[in-house]
């Protein structure tokens, strides 16, 4: 067990429609990150933010955007849903920016668009 | 801009044999390297990474990686197989450039199978 935490593990929903995944980082760790899995894509970073401020953008749709929260737990919603947006979502939290710092990744939600 | 390259999406092994498990890199700048290895259904987990200082790293589980710069290269290995290693390996790159962001950069994976 990582320490991260993401709700939910798995969601279902059709094309068209906005989703919303959550990620509760390590306590104490102020950098959350999230990436998506696919079988055609990979493992691809997505964005970071660090304490509450917006760090880096990686291969993120326009229809997709992040947040992180006072509380710094982190939200990554999911706009104008296709079916290539199918994939695993994974978060990861480091306990500061800085690539020496490991980066711990949660479970991860499936996300099945129909 | 970084890039993973992994040799061979699927590697198997006998249990007690040799693993090597190949692992490529580009980086304009000093990279910063990891391998993760990942289970079926899980997220996932930190077997070791080099940042600086000594080439070669030893991680969990018995696994360590030497980094190469000449060859840019940093090769998982681990002398004797066990059946629980059976899982998706995933070398990743960070090329810290300063400013505090580092999302990483992640090969391909490779699925490594244990013949009993």
């Known amino acids: 067990d990582s320490g991260v935490t993401q709700t939910p593990k798995h969601l279902i929903t059709a094309t068209g429609q906005r989703v919303t995944l959550r990620c509760s980082p390590r306590?104490?760790?102020?950098?959350v990150y999230w990436y998506q899995q696919s079988l055609d894509q990979g493992l691809q970073f997505l964005i970071q933010y660090y304490n509450g401020e917006e760090r880096a953008k990686g291969n993120i749709l326009e229809r997709f955007s992040a947040q992180q929260f006072p509380d710094l737990h982190s939200e990554l919603n999911l706009s104008s849903l296709e079916l290539g947006d199918s994939a695993l979502y994974f978060c990861?939290?480091?306990?500061?920016?800085?690539?020496?710092?490991?980066?711990?990744f949660g479970p991860g939600t499936r996300l099945l668009v129909l | 801009a970084q890039s993973v390259t992994q040799l061979g999406s699927h590697v198997s092994v006998s249990e007690g044999a040799l693993v090597l498990l190949r692992c490529n890199y580009s980086?304009?700048?000093?990279?910063?390297l990891f391998w993760y290895v990942q289970y079926p259904n899980q997220g996932l987990q930190l077997l070791l990474k080099?940042?600086?200082?000594?080439?070669l790293v030893k991680g969990i589980n018995g696994f360590e990686a030497e980094f190469k710069k000449s060859e840019t290269s940093f090769h998982l290995t681990k002398p004797s197989a066990h059946m629980s290693d059976a899982a998706e390996y995933f070398c990743a790159v960070s090329a810290y450039s300063g400013g505090g962001a580092d999302g990483l950069t992640f090969g391909k994976g490779t699925h490594l199978i244990i013949q009993p």
């Open positions: 080099y940042t600086t200082g000594a080439t």
């Open positions: 306590s104490g760790d102020l950098s």
């Open positions: 990861a939290s480091s306990v500061a920016a800085g690539s020496i710092k490991t980066q711990y």
């Open positions: 980086s304009s700048v000093p990279p910063y």
